[in-house]
């Protein structure tokens, strides 16, 4: 099965019929497929042996990923460990549940995992090949602030960041626009909509062309791969509390990226009894799971309360279909919760374990109790539930479900003394488009 050559590991795009292959490096640099399709490993290394000798994420990091990338293995490590100083600690609730908490990044969600690695490896290629890059994203949630809180600071790389203004809450503009080194936030007048038509016009012309735009999307492959690292953390957490019976997996989801890096570690040999997806109303892929709905006809989104998954088309819904990492034999099931249930298992979570939880993950916690209704060979295994974003991060939610007025986040403190900067601008591509030159021409020579 392993295919692990010196030029490591190789992907190739989920639509083409030659399966043509190209190195994780090259992926990482185009993102997308030309043919539009999404990459996918041609063949996944199995777990080395020593991965249960991990004494952090970081640890894990080393051991495990740097497999992929062949002899270049002992230039990304180092990436990875510094991208990666943060822990996710797995904490047990009652009935044989365990929320692995991936919030403890500086952006306290768990996109800080993803966006913190993807910058280091796209650094080091902009190092390689002696070039700069401008990262332009249309944000309304925990992305923009994990992309430019990891972006920051990266040799090569300049982050423009558009956010919808007055559309944003506090807590997610304060995480926005603090000041950051090579970061530029924008404040449009207009909805996230207008931004991401911005974003899509940028990407277009053909002056801006020239400067080296690049999305960071959820698609490319540098922020998804390091997602696997989390849960083979948690799993081995789980073992080390005298857990013997490989856990259901639930995964609060909305592009399916997340549950996208399960499945690959699953597909590594890391031990889990399932996967659950667990949808808000946004319910496309639980449609298509159950066989209900055509995978190319996704209905329209649908807002809710943990906005992070508000996804009527999730993107990675080609690589879970995918040959290579479709576990469709049953191991996969989905749900779909409302808000009503959502601010319930809140409050019941609360009452009963004494935790705090976000939306998202109170998205999961009711998504395991359909799914082991639904499933009853399930009940009685033990269910590791992602626990994605922090619920500092919605006091509001928090509030209206549970009666707590103050949820602290040391990070979100230490965010409040520092000094923040940000420009507004209408919506009017020729204003972004000033912008953006302007930004490139602070690195060039005059
Ligand atoms: C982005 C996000 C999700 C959804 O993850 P996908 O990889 O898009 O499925 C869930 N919860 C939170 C808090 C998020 O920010």
Known sequence: MSQHTPAGVQVRSTRDEAQAALSLDEAIVRGLAGDGGLYVPTAIPPLPDNWRDAQ???????????????DDAHEVAPLLRDALPFDTPLKPLSGDRYLL????GPTLSFKDVGARSMARLMGRLLRRDQKRAIVLVATSGDTGSA??????????VDVVLLYPKGLVSDVQERQLIVERPDVTPL??????????RLVKQAFQDPELATLGLTSANSINVGRLLPQMLYYLWGVLQLERLGETTPPVIVVPSGNLGNLTAGLVAWRAGMPASGFHAAHNANRHFSDVLA???????????VATLSNAMDVGAPSNLERVLDKDLNVMGGHLTASVTGDAQTTARMRLTYEQDGELVCPHTAVGLEGWEQARQA?????????????????????????????????????????LDQPTRVTTLPPDFEALKRTVVAVAGSHRAV
Request: one cysteine or more; proline letters at 10%; aromatic letters at 8%.
């Open 291 to 301: 066989g209900v709905t055509d995978p190319l006809q996704p209905p329209p989104t």
């Open 147 to 156: 992309v430019a809180d990891g972006f920051a600071g990266i040799p090569g």
């Open 101 to 104: 908490e991936l919030f403890h």
């Open 187 to 196: 404040a449009i007048e207009g909805d996230f909509d207008a931004c991401q």
């Open 56 to 70: 952090s994420l970081a640890d894990m990091a080393e051991t495990v990923l740097a497999a992929w990338w062949g």
């Open 375 to 415: 499933r009853p060979e399930w009940n009685g295994l033990p269910a590791m539930i992602l626990a994605t974003a922090h619920p500092a991060k919605f006091p509001a939610a928090v509030k209206h479900a549970t009666g707590v007025g103050e949820v602290s986040s040391a990070a979100l403190d230490a965010l």
